[in-house]
């Protein structure tokens, strides 16, 4: 769980999550500033801290390190803002486990009513659709969503994927994805209901512009990698080895 100011919902996240099927919580806090840590050591979770405020994606790269430390066999990571249904941790993690996939999202894409129902903002669904669809293009792939903060990774997807070079700020969620396509890694999906209420996290226009944009330029440099036209150090060379 990367947490920013969580303390009013990861109660309420922690008790939806399938306790039987889970061998630890792991939250890493991000320099929040209100009573998150507290919180979650009050409930008996793992909890890591960041003394200063390192971003989204430097929270995952610390979520994901200790996670691997347990040589687990599927990381999960969901949001502690109460937005996902922690409830189908399993159900998202079983294709995983049977090995019918690598990674696993929890699309909030099903319908357009649906979704708008569920309080998601008409410009944020919008653009949703829009970089979803060019990055389905451009991957060769028909996912309905690729910006769930709901998703599940087989420990060898963790191990191989140069997570670290990624950017620490929210972009990190597309990198990911997208140097995980490179490497060869099977990308599914289930339909997940999602909420949206004042005290779910959320970035504001210009941050989601700004993540607008990086999408398309992470989309742009992964299609010249592979047209072989520059090198990433996000994404696997087509002679290299992997699969520790």
Not at 179 to 202: D, H, M, Q, R, W
Request: aromatic share 12%.
């Amino acid at each position: 769980m990367p947490a920013y100011n969580a303390e009013k919902t990861i109660k309420k996240t922690v008790d939806d999550l399938p306790k039987d099927l889970i061998s630890e919580v792991i939250l890493v806090d991000d320099a929040s500033s209100d009573e998150t840590v507290q919180k979650a050591k009050k409930i008996g979770i793992t909890v890591y801290i960041h003394k200063r405020n390192k971003g989204y994606g430097a929270n995952q790269k610390t979520c994901y390190d200790q996670a691997l430390k347990r040589k687990p066999d599927v990381v999960v990571m969901v949001h502690p803002d109460y937005q996902y249904d922690a409830k189908l941790v399993g159900v998202l993690c079983e294709p995983i486990v049977n090995s019918r996939a690598d990674i696993m999202l929890g699309s909030r894409i099903q319908t357009r009513s649906q979704v708008l129902a569920g309080g998601m903002p008409l410009w944020k669904y919008f653009a949703n659709r829009f970089l979803t669809l060019v990055e389905n293009l451009a991957m060769g792939l028909n996912l309905s969503e690729y910006h769930t903060g709901f998703r599940a990774y087989s420990r060898q997807v963790l191990a191989n994927i140069p997570y670290h070079k990624f950017s620490d700020d929210f972009i990190f969620d597309q990198q990911i994805l997208i140097s995980t396509l490179s490497f060869g890694f099977n990308i599914s999906e289930i339909p997940v209901p999602c909420k949206y209420f004042p005290e779910a996290s959320s970035i504001n226009l210009t941050r989601s512009t700004k993540y607008g944009l990086l999408t398309l330029w992470t989309v742009f440099i992964y299609l010249l990698h592979e047209l072989g036209i520059v090198k990433s150090v996000l994404f696997r060379t087509k002679t290299s080895s992997y699969l520790k």
